[in-house]
């Protein structure tokens, strides 16, 4: 166990309530932040908050207005197909939004600093293995925003992905490994419809990338754990 506070990045997913439960087995103390940026659906935040009061973790919401929203084409912020090409970037989904993950960073990591932590540890959920080919998902972003922030902030910071080569199946393995599965299930959306319906698989419209992508990691879970 690590002596320091850990931050986890808490989004109301899947993957940032498995961080958090990872976190809460390495480290000694752990807070949770998440930011308000003008998603399309923020019922994500509802669950967010769900998941920090049943684990007893201090949250912070950040909100950070709207000018992602402003500059970025991307459907999870306004409206469009999520299975089309994104705008800009034809080799990138529509949901793509640019410099997210950068951006969210920054400011955990400045929530982080105000606490006057002498090393910074960050957790976030960002995964390069089953998502959709995000280049700010990747590990080689996150090791320099790593470096950036230490720069930017003189004082050692560390951020961890604790499912950067986790497939989805394996993702759900983890929360059943710390016995909180059924927390998995009912405290999380990941529908980018913010579709609270509830399933063996999670909660979500069924039809949504996400969901999708949800699903399927679900049902290979289940076969993983039946050998
Ligand atoms: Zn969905």
């Not at 940032?16 to 087995?25: G, M």
């Not at 299930?185 to 039809?207: P, S, V």
Request: glycine letters at 6%; hydrophobic letters at 35%; one cysteine or more.
């Amino acid at each position: 166990m690590i002596s320091e506070k850990a931050y986890v990045l808490l989004s109301g997913g899947q993957d940032s309530f498995v961080c958090l439960v990872w976190a809460l087995q390495q480290f000694e103390d752990v807070e949770a932040v998440s930011i308000q940026y003008g998603q399309r659906h923020n019922r994500e935040l509802f669950y967010a908050a769900e998941v920090a009061k049943h684990f007893c973790v201090k949250h912070t919401v950040y909100d950070i207005g709207d000018f992602i929203t402003a500059m970025s084409d991307s459907t999870l912020l306004s409206s469009g197909d999520h299975n089309a090409s994104h705008k800009v970037a034809g080799n990138l989904p529509a949901s793509f939004v640019p410099n997210r993950n950068g951006i969210f960073l920054t400011v955990i990591s400045s929530h982080a600093f105000r606490n006057n932590e002498k090393h910074i540890n960050l957790v976030t959920g960002t995964c390069e293995t089953d998502f959709s080919g995000y280049p700010d998902c990747r590990d080689n972003y996150i090791k320099a925003k790593a470096l950036e922030l230490s720069l930017g902030l003189d004082r050692p910071v560390t951020i961890y992905t604790p499912l950067m080569w986790k497939n989805k199946a394996e993702t759900f393995a983890m929360a059943a490994d710390a016995g909180k599965f059924k927390e998995l299930i009912e405290l999380t959306l990941t529908c980018y419809n913010a579709d609270e319906t509830l399933h063996k698989w999670g909660r979500g419209c069924g039809e949504c990338p996400s969901c999708k992508l949800r699903k399927r990691g679900y049902e290979e879970y289940v076969d993983m754990a039946k050998k």
